[in-house]
């Protein structure tokens, strides 16, 4: 076996999916399964659609053309809003996507006739979080234009919530979405078929039920995969949380100082690091750094374990307390979305179905 290597606890992930569907489907609402955290891993993302997920949305035009190539036919959606040169891929790899800008959506539009198809777009709105989607005023005249172009379907509005400026669901939030759709409705005489409204943080107002009615759709990624959302900061209720395991292997062992001999400049990353000095530690070293993984995201599966830090290829564990440590030893760690993200994309870090 190499390591660094991330389990994926294939059941677990199954379980998680088919909680929230069951879920949300209790409230009207589909979940598109969001499979970027695992760059859309094969088995992984079967193992979504087995529990019930009909329809899946990634960031990266890559990973839909290799869901394709992987012969998965359902809708797939692009999930970040287009870039101008990759218009044509995603017309061709995705149903739809998300968008915000009308040159992207006309230049969908455009690619779409030329290849024959009808392209479906969600109008992103932008409620307060301050990253993608128009201002809330602007969406009538945005519909408007959409609806005059030949080769798009306007399916719907959108909005994300919790992931740049950390602003939480609330009651009015989504309604902004829902107030929308009517508006929309009333002026064009036309049926806005999905509104889709939130992502793993949306969770817990869905659960609380002070969701906006109306909200038919969740774009779902961390809470299947790890049964967590960092923006509420807790586990998902129903959810499993042991779906992954980090495992790194240690090359050395000793005791040290717990503060470094010498004057301090700056380290590998350009920070001036900060010491404790706790007397002398045992020290474990496991090769894995900083160019496999943030490691902020990892948390020792032996709770008498501590992180110390790390630089590019080196991960320092304060082993003191924990016995039968030595080179060659194995350390597990739990991990964050984001450590997550950044293993799963290492090609230095294996990845092996449970
Ligand atoms: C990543 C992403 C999601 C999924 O968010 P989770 O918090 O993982 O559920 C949903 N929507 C968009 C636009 C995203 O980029």
């Not at 909200?215 to 992954?244: C, W, Y």
């Amino acid at each position: 076996m190499n390591y660094p290597l991330v389990e994926i606890y294939i059941e677990k992930i199954r379980h998680n999916a088919g909680y929230l569907v069951d879920f949300c489907s209790k409230h009207n609402i589909e979940v598109m399964g969001v499979s970027k955290g695992v760059c859309a891993m094969t088995p992984v993302v079967n193992a979504m659609l087995q529990a019930g997920i009909k329809k899946l949305g990634d960031s990266r035009i890559q990973n839909i053309i290799s869901m394709r190539q992987n012969s998965l036919n359902c809708p797939i959606y692009l999930i970040r809003i287009p870039m101008l040169s990759e218009v044509a891929e995603v017309v061709r790899w995705a149903d739809g996507s998300l968008n915000s800008e009308i040159d992207v959506i006309k230049a969908l539009s455009q690619e779409s006739v030329i290849q024959g198809k009808k392209h479906r777009v969600i109008l992103m709105v932008d409620v307060g979080d301050l990253r993608e989607g128009v201002m809330p005023e602007d969406v009538l005249d945005m519909v408007g234009k959409i609806l005059g172009l030949p080769g798009v379907e306007f399916e719907g509005l959108g909005t994300n919530l919790g992931c740049y400026g950390g602003i939480l669901a609330s009651y009015e939030n989504t309604k902004v979405l829902v107030d929308l759709a009517g508006d929309i409705e009333k002026r064009y005489g036309i049926k806005v078929k999905t509104l889709s409204g939130g992502n793993t943080a949306t969770l817990k107002l869905l659960e609380k039920g002070g969701l906006a009615p109306g909200i038919n759709q969740f774009r779902i990624g961390e809470a299947i995969l790890l049964g967590t959302d960092v923006t509420n900061f807790r586990k998902v209720p129903g959810t499993l949380q042991d779906t992954m395991v980090l495992k790194t292997e240690v090359i050395e062992v000793k005791v040290k100082p717990s503060s470094p001999i010498g004057e301090i400049g700056r380290d590998a990353f350009g920070n001036i690091p900060v010491f404790v000095d706790k007397g002398p530690m045992k020290r474990a070293i496991v090769a894995l750094g900083k160019q496999d993984c943030r490691i902020e995201g990892l948390t020792p599966v032996d709770e008498t374990m501590e992180i110390l830090g790390g630089s590019s290829d080196h991960l320092l564990v304060d082993v003191t307390n924990s016995r039968n440590i030595q080179v060659g030893s194995i350390i597990q760690f739990r991990m964050s979305y984001g450590a997550m993200l950044s293993l799963m994309t290492s090609e230095y870090v294996g990845k092996k179905i449970v």
